[in-house]
């Protein structure tokens, strides 16, 4: 439960940043690309662009792979079914938590 | 370093009654505990600490970290026991309607959280 609670924060803290959801959005386009690859379909620098997949590869999201002198980057999915999950989860909890409240200021007012 | 996304999980509720008669349900302890399915102690005041205990053995501690009176308090909890589990930021607010009120809730992630706690 705890790994996965890191797990779903890194996943979100790396989906809070616009320019790391348009890389992710250019991995899911291929199969993998190099950082300045990237970079030249962005309106950021190549440094920046290795930055924002750095925190991506922290939260799982893009595997590197070394290809030659090369770097390039795939995109891995499966973290964001933890965070799917967790919302899933969290929200059924206060669905029946709001039922619950419902009930109760119904009962309070009568 | 960037914030979490705001509130991932966000659920509301209808309720017949106005905001003011509401109110009491989030700052009343008791009361509070009886719709989260928990025993809270902890003072619905900003900087109020205390724990959420729920059936089965599931503990949690929170922190008040803001309160505006009769429309919003937030407050951050985190897993204490079986587990130590990362903190979370919910915010519950309450908007008056024409048949009485809306509560929303908003539970995420907060980087701002992990840092302080």
């Known amino acids: 439960m705890t790994a996965r609670g890191a797990r779903v924060d890194a996943v979100f803290a790396a989906l809070s940043d616009p320019t790391r959801r348009s890389v992710l959005g250019h991995?899911?386009?291929r199969e993998s690309a190099s950082a300045?690859?990237?970079?030249?379909?962005?309106?950021?620098?190549?440094?920046?662009?290795?930055?924002?997949?750095?925190?991506l590869g922290h939260a799982g999201l893009v595997t590197p792979t070394r290809e030659g002198?090369?770097?390039?980057y795939s995109l891995t999915p499966a973290p964001l079914d933890d965070a799917v999950g967790w919302?899933?989860?969290?929200g059924a909890q206060w669905d029946?938590?709001?039922?619950?409240?419902?009930?109760?200021?119904?009962?309070?007012?009568? | 370093m960037m914030g979490g996304i705001d509130g991932p999980v966000e659920r509301e509720v209808e309720l017949e009654a106005p905001p003011e008669d509401v109110?009491?349900?989030l700052t009343d302890a008791e009361r509070l505990g009886a719709w989260l399915g928990a025993a809270v102690d902890l003072a619905v005041e900003p900087g109020g600490t205390g724990t959420v205990s729920f059936p089965g053995g599931e503990m949690?501690?929170?922190?008040?970290?803001?309160?505006?009176?009769g429309r919003r308090v937030s407050f951050l909890w985190w897993p204490?026991?079986?587990?130590?589990?990362?903190?979370?930021?919910?915010?519950?607010?309450i908007e008056p309607t024409g048949a009485g009120s809306r509560v929303r809730v908003r539970e995420a992630p907060s980087a701002r959280a992990r840092a302080a706690a």
Do not use: C, N
């Not at chain 1, 002198?69 to 390039?72: A, G, L, Q, T």
């Not at chain 1, 919302?87 to 969290?90: I, T």
């Open chain 1, 27 to 29: 991995l899911a386009d």
């Open chain 1, 36 to 55: 300045t690859e990237l970079a030249a379909g962005l309106p950021v620098s190549r440094q920046a662009v290795v930055k924002h997949l750095q925190t």
């Open chain 1, 69 to 72: 002198r090369e770097v390039r």
């Open chain 1, 87 to 90: 919302m899933a989860d969290v």
């Open chain 1, 96 to 110: 029946r938590r709001l039922e619950r409240l419902r009930r109760q200021v119904g009962t309070r007012k009568r």
């Open chain 2, 23 to 25: 109110w009491d349900e």
């Open chain 2, 60 to 69: 949690r501690r929170a922190r008040v970290v803001d309160v505006e009176e």
């Open chain 2, 80 to 93: 204490v026991a079986p587990a130590v589990g990362r903190p979370t930021h919910v915010t519950i607010t």
